[in-house]
């Protein structure tokens, strides 16, 4: 275990937040994809934690395995697996897993705390939308608190309590009150250069030792810039 750990291997910005045998927790900076696409194979997180682990050995033969991702513009919590059963092991039991996000909306939400839900289904252009078609969509829910309300913004502590692309940027954007800085689903903004949303904490089972773990990420200074300053997250009860 190495938290907060830094090299010369990792894109600037990226810290270690745990390392082990199994498993590899990062804080990934937004604008960094989590693995590649067609256009981007090398400028990605999997990319940047494969050369790591291999301390830049071409030879070496480690590598690391994407369990989930986080949209390029998200920043914040993410893993990944050392090792096949590990990853095998955490996708099996994702579902376990507690997912904590922190985004700011515009306006302020119709009720202080509420789930939203929903069939999210994607066109062929690879944008998100909700569908009446159950046959079409997957059901989504997304939980939020209200954390503070300005004029024009409302924090939002959210669950997320299924896993789809793109689920909280859409939830939110079809309520009326999408994320600042979300251009794909959101207004127009030129005067915020990236999404206000923030992969906060996750907790899971270590796939070894069977341990509780609960890793948790810096809130950026976007936030506060937006909202005021924003306390550091507190385990309920």
């Known amino acids: 275990m190495r938290p907060g750990s830094t090299s010369r291997h990792l894109p600037k910005g ?8 199994d498993i590899l927790v990062i804080d990934k900076p ?14 990605t997180a999997y990319h940047a934690l494969t050369d790591y682990v291999r301390k830049g050995n071409s030879k070496s033969r480690l590598q690391v395995y994407i369990v989930h991702r986080l949209d390029r513009e998200v920043s914040g919590v993410l893993v990944f697996a050392k090792s096949l059963e590990a990853k095998q ?9 507690e997912k904590k996000y922190l ?22 252009a690879l944008a998100v939308r909700s569908t009446q078609d159950k046959r079409l969509g997957r059901l989504s829910h997304t939980a939020y608190k209200v954390l503070r309300e300005t004029r024009d913004y409302s ?40 999404i206000a949303l923030h992969s906060r904490s996750l907790t899971l089972t270590h796939p070894h030792t069977g341990e ?13 810039a937006l909202v005021g300053k924003v306390e550091p997250a507190r385990e309920d009860g």
């Open 30 to 43: 937004p604008g960094l994809l989590s693995m590649s696409t067609e256009s981007e194979k090398e400028r």
């Open 155 to 194: 924090l939002l502590d959210i669950s997320l309590l299924t896993g789809r692309k793109h689920q909280i940027r859409v939830h939110l954007a079809e309520s009326g009150h999408p994320i600042v800085g979300d251009r794909k689903y959101g207004k127009q903004d030129k005067h915020h250069k990236r």
């Open 103 to 124: 985004a700011v909306v515009h306006g302020r939400m119709p009720k202080q705390a509420d789930t939203i839900s929903s069939y999210l289904v994607e066109n062929q």
């Open 14 to 21: 990226m810290r270690i937040l745990h390392e082990d045998r």
């Open 89 to 97: 092991f955490l996708q099996e039991h994702w579902s376990e897993n």
């Open 212 to 224: 509780r773990m609960t890793f948790e990420s810096e809130v950026p200074a976007l936030f506060s």
